[in-house]
């Protein structure tokens, strides 16, 4: 527990060949919480940090047998990133020049307030942590990029030729096919449509959340975002055999959004629906306008005919790579029609991206089947 608490702690190196400096700083910094280590010259400072990380060094510039002046270029040929405070009774320019070129943080002349100098390091420490804070993140953010990039690039270049092949086959480009031949071939065919949906939203999702492209608004036809986003889901439903049935009320006819995003969500709530849904069922996708917080959107509700979804499962359904488990313990039940928990994840961030919201509606008190998604966007 004590080592726990120790990382914990601000750590200072101190250098200066007098004694009296030493022990006050040391007291200074370790009454305000510090872990403090003490060397009496630069030579003696670059043995402890070979050994130990600072937050830190506050130092002396003229000392026997390494000064401040060497100390900090030692430093920076060994890369280590440490600010260092000077502290001198005697500044020269040139010490000064030298001292700032090599990368001193700050230069204060004793005597000095010992108020003054712990308000210094105290700045200096926020400022490091801030900015290498800042620093992890960008890097975070760069390599998440690169791996999203890597990922979709080795997905999608096998991927590429097994779909063209495929459909070449089912086009019977290679000769008639047996019925004991065409049923796995069509598997096949959406299992692989399927993996690039995946590899799509993942990029997507990534770009949506980082809002490193902006969106793309402008006015389109509801019915024909709707008709498009069906018309990608065809093969299924009609394998299926699920009609839909299409309702607008209130005049709804153009929503100001990204048509590409936008088309997105309404394929993923059908393909839900088409999923999860019993065949020969009715999807029901109904549109109309809202009113929320003073304010007027469009919603678009899905009703599909699947099973009751329970409130447990409603409250994470909308969470990255969240997957039900269909009404049963084992996770191999029905994963041929789980996917992987993107699509919904997908969706909220697209349309909260929009300024809108995402939700399951509260089912009737006699409820035991079907739920409705509905999703808001502001009417500008």
Known sequence: MQDTCVALKKRILIVDDEYSIREALEMLFTGKGYSVRVAVNGEDALGIVEKEDFDIIVSDIRMDRLDGVGLIKKLKDDAREIPVV???????????????????????????????????VDAIIEEKRATSEAGLKRRFKDEKEKFLNRLSHELRTPLTPVAGYLKLLLKKEFGEISPQQLPILMDMARNSDRLKTVIDDLIMLYAVEQAEVPLSLRKYSLAGIINDALLAEETEIKRRRISFDLRFY????????????????????????????PDHSVVEITARKFSYDSRMFTKVS??????FI???????????????????????????????????????????????????????????????????????
């Open 86 to 120: 000077f502290i001198t009774a005697f500044p020269e320019l040139d010490n000064a020049v030298e001292a700032i070129r090599n990368g001193v943080v700050e230069y204060i002349k004793k005597p000095f307030d010992m108020d003054f100098i712990a308000g210094k």
């Open 250 to 277: 209130d005049d709804v006819d153009e929503i100001f959004c990204d048509e590409k995003k936008m088309r997105r969500v309404i394929w993923h709530l059908a393909d839900n629906a088409v999923r999860y849904g």
């Open 302 to 307: 899905v009703a599909d005919r699947g099973d």
């Open 310 to 380: 329970e409130k447990k499962e409603r409250r994470g359904i909308f969470n990255c790579f969240y997957r039900m488990n269909g009404g049963s313990d084992d996770d191999n039940v029905n994963s041929a029609i789980k996917g992987i928990g993107l699509g919904l994840t997908l969706s909220k961030a697209i349309v909260e991206a929009h300024g809108g919201k995402i939700w399951i509606d509260e089912p009737d008190a006699e409820q035991k089947s079907g739920n409705i998604f509905s999703f808001i966007i502001p009417i500008l």
